[in-house]
């Protein structure tokens, strides 16, 4: 085995813990036998870039405490056999000897796990896996926007590694696991696979792509970061909402290289237009306001404008789930995407200089974000709107959704003098009129602190 020059700290030594210690007994119940190791992968906050990592520009998120956690075991069965503590997600059993296959039009929990495997088998060309026995434990809010999925794939992918005794680093893990993750079908950015590895305690992170790379970003003090779920799920895989706002950003890439006169080969990121043309990010919206019209554009007039067929458009822009979408808000996605990447770069300039009235700029930027997702990218939904709302009457400085929207949870910045006061408004507003609402509030209302990345956890 190939060593890395510099092995991963992933390793740290076991804790006694409750939880660990509960699935270990799991563990011992459905297996008889004792956990090889554990390895565990952090959910996340994005702060703020909403919807923007898979158009290339850079995110800033933090972990959260909630994560994937799996006690593992290497057998000697040819099978993966995954269990799961929490009952809704069953048991599943699959042979190491036949072909991982992800069923794109289903997305059961454990395909997730297998994007994982899939992406560290095929990183090392393993052409027979060794069995695992696995039980999983996860406490991140599923389809919340907090990455219950990234978490689990992250998860699977660190299990394998350690249960084929490689090494990789964490940069490689996320760029494989970001990777992985899309043979469930959502076409995401790696923002919640780079944070899951590349996290550390106390701080949030600017995450840049292209080179995959995560920046420190400290938090104002005398503020902390409230996360609020509005009890709303939105499974991304099983919907088409997700990928037809990346379809759209595809499309806008390719009109907007198109009426600029770029090489059309290989643009897919609104990204790539900004760099292609040395402009700064006030000139894309510019041009934006100049190119593309706020209605929605017909397949028709894209096809005219791209001089492309329908069937190039349907194979070469569009995904499995987008083929049946008619009309695309190209403009309005767009002036978002430019919009929040300009937004990510003056949230880190303000945490960087530390200035009295930093809380309040930074609350500002927040409320735009939530805006743009509102008005321009159309991912929140009448729910998160008002929990949003509350939020800000209830204290917070700045407020937004997070995550992929369309449901799930909100973050709130707020003064930390105020924490006790705004919890108790929030849970008075929003939690405690709805008894499905109230029945969730504890694990849906909660303060967040950076976090640390994922880990290995092996016996002293
Ligand atoms: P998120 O925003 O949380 O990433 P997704 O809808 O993309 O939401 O993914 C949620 C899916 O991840 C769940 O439907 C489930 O299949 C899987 N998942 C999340 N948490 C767990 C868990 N603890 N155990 C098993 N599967 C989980
Ligand atoms: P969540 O909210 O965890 O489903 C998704 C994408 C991110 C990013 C955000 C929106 C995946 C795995 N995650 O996150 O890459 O695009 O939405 O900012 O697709």
């Given amino acids: 085995m190939k060593m890395a020059t510099n092995p991963p700290k992933f390793k740290v030594p076991l804790v006694d813990d409750e939880r660990l210690q509960n699935l270990k007994n799991a563990f011992e119940r459905h297996y008889g036998e004792t956990p090889l190791f554990y390895a565990c992968a952090p959910g996340r906050v994005n702060l703020i870039g909403e919807h923007i990592d898979y158009c290339g520009f850079s995110v800033l998120p933090m972990a959260i405490e909630q994560n994937i956690f799996a006690a593992v075991s290497v057998n000697n069965l040819g099978t993966i056999q995954l269990a799961n503590i929490n009952p809704l997600y069953n048991n599943i059993t699959v042979s190491c000897s036949e072909e991982i296959v992800i069923d794109r039009t289903n997305p059961k929990w454990y395909y997730y796990f297998l994007c994982g495997v899939k992406g560290i088998q095929e990183k090392f060309g393993i052409t027979r896996l060794p069995g695992m026995s696995c039980v999983i434990d996860g406490n991140v809010p599923p389809s919340s926007g907090l990455s219950s999925s990234s978490a689990l794939v992250c998860c699977a992918g660190l299990v394998t590694m350690e249960a084929n005794q490689k090494s990789l680093s964490k940069l490689a893990l996320a760029e494989i696991c970001a990777k992985c993750e899309r043979y469930i079908g959502t076409e995401g950015g790696g923002m919640d696979q780079s944070i899951s590895f590349l996290a550390e305690k106390g701080t949030a992170k600017l995450i840049e792509f292209e080179p995959l790379r995560a920046i420190d970003v400290q938090l104002p003090a005398g503020a902390v970061f409230v996360i609020s779920n509005c009890c709303l799920e939105m499974n991304k895989a099983a919907s088409s909402h997700f990928n037809i706002r990346v379809v759209e950003c595809r499309i806008a890439t390719k009109m907007l290289g198109q009426a600029k006169g770029l090489n059309q080969k290989g643009l897919l990121k609104l990204a790539q237009v900004q760099t292609e043309l040395k402009a700064s990010l006030e000139e894309m919206l510019l041009l934006v306001d100049e190119v593309l019209h706020p209605e929605p554009y017909s397949r028709e007039e894209i096809c005219k404008a791209l001089d492309i067929t329908s069937q190039q458009f349907s194979t070469e822009l569009l995904s499995a789930n987008t083929q049946h979408v008619t009309h695309f808000k190209l403009y309005q996605r767009a002036k978002h ?124």
């Fill in 337 to 460: 995407v430019y919009g929040e990447a300009s937004r990510v770069l003056r949230f880190k300039d303000v945490c960087d200089c530390e200035a009295e009235e930093s809380i309040q700029l930074l609350g500002d930027l927040m409320n735009q974000s939530h805006a743009s997702c509102r008005d321009l990218y159309e991912c929140s939904c009448p729910e998160l709107d008002q929990l949003v709302d509350i939020c800000l009457k209830s204290g917070a400085v700045g407020s937004r959704l997070t995550g992929a929207g369309w449901g799930g949870c909100a973050v709130s910045m707020v003064p930390s003098d105020k924490v006790q006061s705004f919890v108790q408004a929030v849970r008075e507003a929003y939690y405690l009129p709805d008894p499905r609402r109230a029945a969730m509030e504890k694990q849906s209302l909660f303060v967040s602190k950076p976090g640390g990345g994922a880990a290995i956890y092996v016996e002293n």
